[in-house]
């Protein structure tokens, strides 16, 4: 198997005005943020429309935490705040980077990190993980020859969209900022990753992505990432591919590594 394979692609039943740039799963319900609107849309686990929830702000990105039972949030008018708020969409803290002059750069992505207090937050040219609990952060990575728009943490590291020489590709990096298995997304653009999700059987990570074809119109692209051997993980020299479809219902129940044993997610469908 490829270490990131195609398995399915389904499209959004969306209005022609609907074009979605971020979302978030809590479980039970997906959240699609609109661009320059304070309202998130809101689907059942079967892709079907409920309605849509009214914001306190417009948000250029999203994310839900399943050991805290929260949303974590950016809004594109703050560069160094991340917003929480609770499962009804409300806003109750947030945590400011006193000192990190971001002011006037836009988060185009934030994700948990379910086995640690972290949160990965990434800038058009950065990537910072950074701690819930105290609001101090790291840098995992400073590029001037990309532009990156979406972030996803795998437990042993971060899949990454990025924008090089104006073609969007998946790469995945670790923890001092290395990547490689570089995969070109020809025919989409990816606006939002979803949290992964754990198979039990084949230890496989399962992503969902959203993202859009030539028309607008939003579809999600499930991908199947092995889960590498410690000293399988990929190597800092870069190989391309493309992502070829395979037959997979991907119907099995999924839950991250770090919850298997005691922890506190609820499997759910891929």
């Known amino acids: 198997m490829e270490f990131l394979e195609y398995i399915e692609e ?24 609109l661009p320059y609107q304070a309202r ?3 689907y059942n686990s079967n892709f079907e429309k ?25 809004s594109a008018k703050y560069g160094n705040k991340i917003f929480k708020l609770d499962n009804k969409l409300n806003e109750m803290d947030c945590i400011v980077f006193e000192e990190y002059q971001t002011i006037d750069k836009v988060i185009t992505s934030i994700s948990c990190d379910p086995c640690s207090d972290s949160l990965f937050v990434s800038f058009s040219d950065q990537v910072l993980e950074l701690d819930k609990i105290t609001g101090q952060y790291k840098v995992l990575k400073q590029t001037s020859e990309e532009w990156i728009t979406g972030i996803v943490s795998l437990g042993w590291g971060l899949m990454v969209v990025s924008f090089i020489e104006d073609k969007q590709y ?27 999700f754990y198979n039990e059987e084949t230890g496989d990570i399962c992503v969902s992505m959203l993202a859009a074809k030539a028309g607008g119109y939003s579809y ?4 199947t990432i092995s889960t590498p051997e410690d000293d399988n993980i990929p190597s800092q020299s870069v190989e391309e591919d493309a992502i070829t479809p395979s037959c997979c219902n991907c119907c099995c129940c999924h839950c991250h ?9 609820d499997k759910v469908p891929c």
């Open 40 to 42: 998130t849309v809101k």
């Open 257 to 265: 590594p770090c919850m298997v044993d005691g922890g506190t997610w």
């Open 10 to 33: 389904a499209q959004l039943p969306v209005n022609s005005y609907d074009s979605y740039h971020s979302m978030a799963f809590d479980g039970d319900y997906y959240y699609f943020l």
């Open 170 to 196: 998946i790469y995945f990096m670790d923890e001092n900022g290395e990547y490689s298995k570089q995969y070109g997304m020809d025919g989409y653009v990816i606006k939002g990753v979803l949290q992964s």
């Open 220 to 223: 999600i692209l499930k991908t």
């Open 50 to 74: 409920i309605g849509s929830v009214p914001l306190r702000r417009k948000y250029s990105c999203m994310c839900y935490d399943f050991n805290y039972a929260c949303f974590w949030a950016a």
